[in-house]
């Protein structure tokens, strides 16, 4: 994670419950949320005195403090009114309701009942609308819920990065799409993203006054990292080259972690040449998560796995589905971080389109999930697949310029049944992440009242 991940603390235990212990299970508790890497805000642990000071204390201790998650954790029995009391404040946060465990004190079970006060809780604090997760230990393993909330806490540190997230959209409504359409004010209330529309005039005529200095550069740079079946020249790159400085220019002015190209009906149709090599260089040097044909919802899954996991979060589309896989690839590109060895280029054309360069590049295999954002009924849910991402036999589209190229490309063989997948398919586009993430998203979707599919 390339952000600190902050959370906040506080526990609890009864006025009659050993106040050392209560106190000792609570710093470990903490130490444990440290050893996975989180930063801590602890308040000190609350009881249910009569004249509340307990929990006065403890609202001011976190108000006073910025995270990304609330740790409700209860190292023993407490009436609810008490937590509640403190933690109404910050309902508008995340939240884990956590429950400690007894030990085992010369063969013999000592309890101070955290499950007690966490099942009084659970029920109570869903039906007051709290939005949290549930995670209890047991007297083998006390502390394991420090994982948990680790997981959870990054979730949550992706829902408020989203708060703030800006994508930039240059052109509109690629090909006349429907799939990639979306609703801008339900999209920013449900999920805080903002995007932006910007024109391809304005890119045009920043392209027109790029340095040439800088344009050598990159093109140097190009010609030393990319490996191409034909010689690179500063030529045949400058065109995206131009592109790609005058989009970052944007992207500066604006703070776009996302951005995506009208591709066809735009870069293609009226500059001439196809925007591959720039979306590239957007994701490779620009750090910027990519995605073509003005594709939202796209863009903003991207965003969403980025957060939680810091891959580059890659977009392929579906050409072919076969008995217990799906054919997956781009007519374009992936970021040099899913790519297997060096990147791999060609200068090639599709049917009536111009020529450009397109990557060709071997992309890796193991474990992956694919997911994609939607939109249904006015709210927002996550189509959620995993599978294992296997090198496909040798396939060609349609069109290429002969010898047509292998494109970048995977069979992904899924966990399940390849019909129920393709009933609930979204979209040609879906984002690829590596390693089973169902956890993680389904934890954010929780976070963010969205149903996963």
Known sequence: MDHPIKIGFVGFGEVNSPRPLIERKCRLAVEALQAQGLQVFAAGPVSD?????????????????????????????IPSHSVIDVIAPFKHQPMVLWGLTGEYVDGRLVTTADQ???????????????????VYDTPNAPFAGA????????AAHAARRLRSARVGMMGWRDMKLHATLYDGILLRRELGVEIETFEMLEIAQRMEVQPPAEIARIADQLIQTW?????????????SIRLYLAVMEQVRLRGYEAVSL????????????????????LSDLGGLATIPENDVLGSVTQLIVRYLTGQYAHYMEFYEFFDDRVLIGVPDYVPAAATEGKVQVRLTKFGNLAEGVLNVSKVKTGKVTLCRLFEEGGS??????TGEAVSPPAWEEAGWEPPAPQLPSLEVILDGPVEDFAQKVLGQHYILAYGDQRQELADLCRMLNMEVI
């Open 49 to 77: 005195e009569a004249d509340g000071a307990s929990e006065a204390r403890a609202r001011q201790e976190l108000e006073s403090a910025d995270f990304d998650l609330l740790v409700v954790c209860l190292a023993g029995w």
């Open 116 to 134: 007690a006060g966490t099942t009084a809780l659970r029920h109570v604090m869903k039906q007051l609308g709290f939005r949290f997760s549930y």
């Open 147 to 154: 994982k948990s909330i680790r997981i959870a806490s990054e």
């Open 227 to 239: 490996v191409s079946d034909k010689p690179l020249t500063v030529s045949i790159l400058e065109p």
């Open 262 to 281: 009208i591709d066809v009906d735009g870069v293609k149709k009226l500059m001439g040449f196809t925007p591959a090599a720039a979306m590239m260089m």
């Open 380 to 385: 927002y849910q996550m189509h959620v697949v």
